[in-house]
Every structure is written in structure tokens, then in C-alpha cells.
């Protein structure tokens, strides 16, 4: 069964640091691609940043480009997005999302539980 | 980038009708990378059909979807009581991914 486990998040002030982890298990997770998806408080989905299965490929929103940064470890099948400089329009649920391919362009076809970044002095 | 517009924002209807969501794109979406969810309150999205009519796995086939180019629909032929919930489009044929503002459906 394939399960994906958001963790990290918390409070943290503007122009702070914070990363946030996905734990993946029940599939091959170096032949998948992943992304990140965002969801404000009371509004829609955004996607943030996805990365190929090797990670040797990445792709950033430009609301993000230069302040965060997607990786991967695929010895411990787990995925990051460390976020730099934050602002409160950064507050989020942040979602991990699995690709179907190696391909980070593809619909998420499992989904972690999310996890909650609020940027708040 | 393409702009998603869903509509309509809101629909209130009861069990057992037909629904139908409109997405628009402002530009073709290649290759008909369209891809619809449903979320529910305090749950992550869960994928309904990916490539604007292909139903994911597990997913009943009520739930159907059809277009290409800039305009894509996703039909629910007759509505259960858990099919209430927020609907969201999504194109992944042109970079960024974007997604659609959300159409939530309500029950009357």
C-alpha cells in the first residue's frame, strides 16, 4: 500500500528557515517523480516545486524559485522542501504528492496527509 | 502560464442528480493533460481522472470526464451524499502545473 507521511511543519517567523520531509513507503520511490502542492488557509491548491525520481531534475512556481528548494534521499525514501526567507503568504498546508512516471508534469496520484507551515511573527 | 477558470464557483443540488463542472482553459492544455480531484474538508485531494477522461483507480464510474483543448467537463451521473465535496482541475501539459479555482458542491 502506498502511503506518504507529511511532517515539519510548524510556526515560524517571517525571513525564517523551515524544511519539511515526506516519508514515502509501499512503492519504488526512486522511479517516481514528486512534487509539492500548497493549500492557504480557506483557498485553492497551488503547486510549488516537483523533482524526478533520480532528482537530477527540478522545477520551481515562480512564487518560490530562489527560496525554496526540493530534494530527495531515495536511500531513505524520503522527500524534502527546504523553504528559505518565508513570508506570511507562505502559510500553507503542504502537501507531498506521487507523479504516476518519472515525470514531475503528471497528476498526483497519491497524496500525503499535509502538514502545516504557519509564517507569523 | 494557463489559467484554469472553473465554474460554477457553487452548486447546491440533492442525491441522486446529474452534475456537470465546466474548466476553461486560457490556452489549449496539450495532449489533454487535465486532470480533475475531489477534497473534502481537512483531507488531502484525491485524484478522480487524469488525462481529461481517464478514471483513476478505485474510482466509481459515476464519475466520468470528457473535453480537449480549452474546454474540459467532469460529469457525475447521479450524486451520492459523499460526493459532496470541492472539485478541482488541474493541467500538467505546460509548465507551471496550475490548477483551477475550485467548484464546491453542496448539498441542497
Known amino acids: 500500500e502506498v502511503q506518504l507521511l507529511d511532517s515539519g511543519g510548524g510556526l515560524i517567523q517571517p525571513g525564517g528557515s523551515l524544511r519539511v520531509s515526506c516519508a514515502a513507503s509501499?512503492?519504488?520511490?526512486?522511479?517516481?517523480?514528486m512534487n509539492w502542492v500548497r493549500q492557504a488557509p480557506g483557498k485553492g491548491l497551488e503547486w510549488v516545486s516537483g523533482?524526478?525520481?533520480?532528482?537530477?531534475?527540478?522545477n520551481y512556481a515562480d512564487s518560490v524559485r530562489g527560496r525554496f528548494t526540493i530534494s530527495r534521499d531515495n536511500s531513505k525514501n524520503t522527500l524534502y522542501l527546504q523553504m528559505n526567507s518565508l513570508r506570511a503568504e507562505d502559510t500553507a498546508v503542504y502537501y507531498c504528492?506521487?507523479?504516476?512516471?518519472?515525470?514531475?508534469?503528471?497528476?498526483?496520484?497519491?497524496w500525503g496527509q499535509g502538514t502545516l507551515v504557519t509564517v507569523s511573527s | 502560464e494557463i489559467v484554469l477558470t472553473q465554474s460554477p464557483g457553487t452548486l447546491s443540488l440533492s442525491p441522486g442528480e446529474r452534475v456537470t463542472l465546466s474548466c476553461r482553459a486560457s490556452q489549449s492544455v496539450s495532449s489533454s493533460s487535465l486532470a480533475w480531484y475531489q477534497q473534502k474538508p481537512g483531507q488531502a485531494p484525491r485524484l478522480l481522472i487524469y488525462?481529461?477522461?481517464s478514471r483513476a483507480s478505485g474510482i466509481p464510474d459515476r464519475f466520468s470526464g470528457s473535453g480537449s483543448g480549452t474546454d474540459f467537463t467532469l460529469t457525475i451521473s447521479r450524486l451520492e451524499p459523499e460526493d459532496f465535496a470541492v472539485y478541482y482541475c488541474q493541467q500538467y501539459g505546460s509548465s507551471p502545473i496550475t490548477f483551477g479555482q475550485g467548484t464546491r458542491l453542496e448539498i441542497k
Open positions: 509501499g512503492f519504488t520511490f526512486r522511479s517516481y517523480a
Open positions: 523533482i524526478s525520481g533520480s532528482g537530477d531534475s527540478t
Open positions: 488525462g481529461a477522461s
Open positions: 504528492a506521487k507523479a504516476p512516471g518519472n515525470f514531475h508534469r503528471n497528476p498526483g496520484d497519491y
